[in-house]
């Protein structure tokens, strides 16, 4: 399975970016995704996921994303979205994707995209 992220670069603070990530490989069920973000000298923290949960799914967001990120899915491209407006500077980091992927002979296991970097600046 490889996560491919894309959409992150320079913005100005109050601008918007919206991160996109597929999922590609041997996938039978995709359980969730999300996106987490690391700053310089900070742990990586979960910025958005969406999760199956019964017969819809649960969102759950950082309390600095509410009001300003949207995370979405689209269960048939494999793919998540963030979209982020309202950009701050404290936004600035390496944001990743995350999947938590079902097979029959793997059970259920996370992987990480690669990263794609955000800047917040004037």
């Known amino acids: 399975v490889q996560l491919q992220a894309s959409g992150g670069g320079l913005v100005q603070p109050g601008r918007s970016l919206r991160l996109s990530c597929v999922a590609s490989?041997?996938?039978?069920?995709?359980?969730?995704m999300g996106w987490y973000r690391q700053a310089p000298g900070k742990d990586r923290e979960l910025i958005a996921d969406v999760f199956n949960s019964g017969s819809g799914s649960r969102t759950r967001y950082e309390e600095s994303a509410k009001g300003r990120f949207t995370i979405s899915r689209d269960n048939a491209k494999n793919a998540v979205y963030l979209q982020m407006n309202t950009l701050r500077p404290e936004d600035t980091a390496v944001y990743y994707c995350?999947?938590?992927?079902?097979?029959?002979?793997?059970?259920?296991?996370?992987?990480w995209g690669q990263g794609t970097q955000v800047t917040v600046s004037s």
């Open positions: 490989g041997r996938i039978t069920i995709i359980n969730g």
């Open positions: 995350y999947a938590n992927i079902w097979t029959p002979t793997t059970g259920s296991i996370g992987y």
